[in-house]
Nanobody, 121 residues
Framework: QVQLVESGGGLVLAGGSLRLSCAAS????????MGWYRQAPGKQRELVAG???????NYADSVKGRFTISRDNAKNTLFLQMNSLKPEDTAVYYC???????????????WGQGTQVTVSS
């Protein structure tokens, strides 16, 4: 089974920066869509940033201009650079890989364990 491990979370002041990393146990990033999700207490999990196998990216409106998603296919690692952090960014952040399992479109989602990001005023 694919294993995903996030790291890089922590406590920062508003306006600060963090870089999250997600390491995969096998070579899957180069051919699959992936993204970062977050979930705050009492809230639904939401997509923060996504990147397709072709390199196209998309972001939630709340983080546009502040967050950047990227990947290193050779190292099987996904990144999320977070700048100008706000208290409302506080959440558990999860790495996701949507693995394509056949040519006709079936997929399987893999999730990391999550890493806590806390932004204080």
């Amino acid at each position: 089974q694919v294993q995903l491990v996030e790291s890089g979370g922590g406590l920062v002041l508003a306006g600060g920066s963090l870089r999250l990393s997600c390491a995969a146990s096998e070579s899957i990033f180069s051919t699959n869509d992936m993204g970062w999700y977050r979930q705050a207490p009492g809230k639904q999990r939401e997509l923060v940033a996504g990147i397709t196998s072709g390199g196209s990216t998309n972001y939630a409106d709340s983080v546009k201009g502040r967050f950047t998603i990227s990947r290193d296919n050779a190292k099987n690692t996904l990144f999320l650079q977070m700048n100008s952090l706000k208290p409302e960014d506080t959440a558990v952040y999860y790495c996701n890989v949507r693995k394509r399992v056949n040519p006709w479109g079936s997929t399987i989602d893999y999730w990391g364990q999550g890493t806590q990001v806390t932004v204080s005023s």
